[in-house]
C-alpha cells in the first residue's frame, strides 16, 4: 500500500475497526456482478474493519438517498463507501443524490482523489464527479464505479484514513466528536 505523504502507519498501536456499509450504484449490476463493490468489501475487511451491510441499488435519486439514510440512521454504520453514479451522463446521479444529505463536505476527498486517478488515468479523472463529506455522524465517500477507481480510492485515499494507527492523525479520531453542537 502506498501512502500518503507525510503519512505513516504506528504500528504499535492496535487498529479500532469501523462498521463500512458499501453501496453500489447501477442500473446494470447485481450482488454477484458487482466487482468494485466487492473490492471494497475485501480491502476494507482485510485492513481490519467489519462490513455492517452492502446493497446495490438503482442510478434513482430516490433510491440512493434511502439506503443511505436507512444506514446513517440505524447506528450500525461509520461509512458508507459507494461506488458508481458519479460521472456525467444523465443517468449519473449519485452527487444529486448525496451531497444535499452532507452536513459536511471533505473537499479534500476530491482533490485528493483527483490527484491520485491522474496518476492512473491522466486526463479522464475530469469525468469523475468523486466527492465526499458527512451525514449525522457518518463518513460518506463516493467513487466513480470502475475498479481501477476504487481501487486508488481505497489503497491510496481512504485507507489510510480509517486506520486509527495513521499519524499525524486520522479520520476514526473525529468519530466520537462529528455530532458535537
Known amino acids: ?56 441499488v438503482r442510478d434513482v435519486v430516490d433510491e440512493i438517498r434511502a439506503k ?13 463507501l459507494t461506488t458508481g453514479g458519479t460521472g456525467l451522463t444523465g443517468r449519473d446521479v449519485t452527487p444529486e443524490a448525496l451531497q444535499p444529505l ?26 469523475s464527479r468523486a466527492l465526499a463529506g458527512i451525514i449525522r455522524g457518518v463518513f460518506v465517500f463516493c467513487m466513480p464505479g470502475s475498479n481501477g477507481a476504487v481501487r486508488d480510492g481505497w489503497d491510496k485515499v481512504i485507507s489510510a484514513q480509517l486506520d486509527s494507527r495513521h499519524r499525524p492523525c486520522n479520520l476514526v479520531e473525529l468519530m466520537p466528536r462529528l455530532m458535537e453542537v
Do not use: C, N
Not at 500500500?1 to 458499501?22: F, H, K, N, Q, S
Not at 452532507?102 to 469525468?127: A, M, P
Open 1 to 56: 500500500m502506498t501512502l500518503p505523504i507525510g503519512g505513516r502507519i504506528d504500528e504499535t498501536l492496535t487498529i479500532t475497526p469501523v462498521r463500512v456499509a458499501v453501496l453500489t450504484i447501477s442500473d446494470t449490476r447485481d450482488e454477484e456482478s458487482d466487482t468494485s463493490g466487492q473490492i471494497l468489501i475485501d480491502r476494507a475487511t482485510a485492513a481490519g474493519h467489519h462490513v455492517a451491510d452492502r446493497a446495490v
Open 68 to 80: 443511505a439514510l436507512q444506514w446513517v440512521q440505524s447506528g450500525t454504520v461509520d461509512v458508507i
Open 102 to 127: 452532507f452536513d459536511k463536505t471533505i473537499d479534500g476527498f476530491s482533490v485528493i482523489f483527483h490527484l491520485v486517478s491522474y496518476q492512473s488515468v491522466g486526463l479522464s479523472t475530469l469525468q
